[in-house]
């Protein structure tokens, strides 16, 4: 049975401080959750998140990499920068990315192979607009974000590589997909997950939904038979709100 991932992205909210004092909050909390617990936070905090997670369940992703290794890409950071100071995690391709930083499905599938290849565990983020989703193109898109995002691979990369379905009009909107969407949404991407790399990488891959994630909406959502977990925005930055999350069930 697949392990249940609860993946907060700060976004660029936080100072060190802040950071600090969530974690020493939070990590008491759920300390006895049997969920997967991670903070995406930002490169400033990354150095403090790290030395106050350990000793803790809490494990700690930055929010974007590049995928060279190194060179005159000024203002990036290296998949080899986040893993030499114990970055575990990295989310790929989310849609702010896309869209105020012209991310595509092949810099996303470039950032995947390097963060696979340097021993990160990518979080790896697919999405509609509602304009495709009104006009019917949802598993088109989808599809075909998954397709060029995750060519390349290996069926073993499936079993640390996390899949995070964010519909975009559902970020931050405080509009969620039911239940029932996002599940067959999620349906729709381990379909072709299996296509691509075969039964066991989609039936081992896990699959988050992130999408306006709330204490109110968390169980119904990850009680579900595809939805693994969700990667959490808003309430992420509150540590009342993200333990409920944490600790939906």
């Known amino acids: ?81 986040l893993k030499c100071i114990g970055v575990e995690y990295v989310i790929i391709g989310h849609s702010e990315r896309r869209q105020y930083f012209a991310e595509t499905d092949e810099t996303v599938n470039k950032k995947v192979k390097k963060a696979l290849q340097e021993g990160l565990k990518p979080i790896v983020c697919v999405g509609e607009t509602l304009e495709q989703r009104e006009a019917g193109k949802t598993e088109e898109v989808i599809n075909q974000q998954v397709e060029v995002g995750l060519q390349g691979l290996t069926e073993k990369d499936f079993e640390t590589l996390i899949i995070a379905y964010e519909p975009i009009w559902a970020i931050g909107t405080g509009k969620t997909a039911t239940a029932e969407q ?20 989609g039936f081992s891959v896990i699959i988050q939904y ?21 990667l959490v925005g808003g309430a992420s930055l509150k540590v009342d709100e993200f333990e409920k999350i944490v600790n939906f069930s």
């Not at 907060?8 to 909210?13: H, L, P, V």
């Not at 997967?36 to 369940?57: K, M, R, S």
């Not at 996002?182 to 075969?198: F, L, P």
């Not at 204490?215 to 579900?224: C, K, P």
């Open 210 to 230: 992130g999408g306006s994630v709330k204490a109110s909406n968390a169980h119904e959502l990850f009680t579900t038979s595809d939805i693994d977990g969700g």
């Open 182 to 201: 996002a599940n067959a949404t999620i349906q729709t991407i381990r379909k072709k997950v299996v296509e691509m790399y075969g039964n066991m990488a």
């Open 1 to 81: 049975m697949r392990r249940k991932v609860i993946a907060g992205n700060w976004k660029m909210n936080m100072l060190p401080n802040e950071a600090i004092a969530f974690i020493e909050g939070l990590a008491p909390m759920v300390k006895d959750t049997p969920n997967e617990v991670i903070l995406c936070v930002p490169y400033t905090d990354l150095f403090y998140a790290l030395l106050n997670a350990q000793g803790t369940n809490i494990k700690i992703g930055a929010q974007n990499m590049h995928w060279e290794e190194n060179g005159a890409y000024t203002g990036e950071i290296s998949a080899k920068m």
